[in-house]
T-cell receptor, first 113, second 109 residues
Framework: DAGVIQSPRHEVTEMGQEVTLRCKPI?????LFWYRQTMMRGLELLIY????????DSGMPEDRFSAKMPNASFSTLKIQPSEPRDSAVYFC???????????FGQGTRLTVV | DAKTTQPTSMDCAEGRAANLPCNHS???????VYWYRQIHSQGPQYIIH???NNETNEMASLIITEDRKSSTLILPHATLRDTAVYYC??????????FGDGTTLTVKP
């Protein structure tokens, strides 16, 4: 398996634009997690899904952020409208039920100017 | 999830054992201790986890105190490639946690 795949790896956008980050979890994994990492706040859990259903979105900073998982092999994190303070590295991770290891993707570095 | 406390940074000589401590005094009975590391800007990598018994795998050993209020991650023979930020996380659900600041381990030649 190629691991957790995130796209794009880098994204630069202007303030006010919509940004969509994508994640393909490892096949067979039924948990999917979205994280955000900044120098100020470290690595924060934004939302996680189990069997494509959002379980806990308490980490989503505000209504400008939304996440979906239409099927077991794809998830998106959308920011609309984007703001400079959204600049961060966004990680996606997946895990199989009954296992302890969450596998992380390489991240998407988002810069909002 | 219980809060964890780790030293901000540590140094270790190459080839020596690296012992990284973590305090988690408010841990609950059903919470596991997980260790991850993040090398440079890569995604975090799982190392090891445990509930109350000591654990060992090909990467590291995990020593959990009897009262479970603290633990130590041991890298038996640190190499330069082990230089990374090490995170100690306490949770009932692997992945469902916000990582703290971690310990920056620098392995020196």
């Amino acid at each position: 398996d190629a691991g957790v795949i995130q796209s794009p790896r880098h994204e630069v956008t202007e303030m006010g634009q919509e940004v969509t980050l994508r994640c393909k979890p490892i096949s067979g994994h039924d948990y999917l997690f979205w994280y955000r990492q900044t120098m100020m706040r470290g690595l924060e859990l934004l939302i996680y899904f189990n069997n494509n259903v959002p379980i806990d979105d308490s980490g989503m900073p505000e209504d400008r952020f939304s996440a979906k998982m239409p099927n077991a092999s794809f998830s998106t994190l959308k920011i609309q409208p984007s703001e400079p303070r959204d600049s961060a590295v966004y990680f996606c991770a997946s895990r199989a039920t009954g296992t302890a290891e969450a596998f992380f993707g390489q991240g998407t570095r988002l810069t909002v100017v | 999830d219980a809060k964890t406390t780790q030293p901000t940074s540590m140094d270790c000589a190459e080839g020596r054992a690296a012992n990284l401590p973590c305090n988690h005094s408010t841990i609950s009975g059903n919470e596991y201790v997980y260790w991850y590391r993040q090398i440079h800007s890569q995604g975090p990598q799982y190392i090891i986890h445990g509930l109350k018994n000591n654990e060992t795998n090909e990467m590291a050993s995990l020593i959990i105190t009897e009262d479970r209020k603290s633990s130590t991650l041991i890298l038996p023979h640190a190499t330069l490639r082990d230089t990374a930020v090490y995170y100690c996380i306490v949770s009932t659900n692997a992945g469902k946690s916000t990582f703290g600041d971690g310990t920056t381990l620098t392995v020196k030649p």
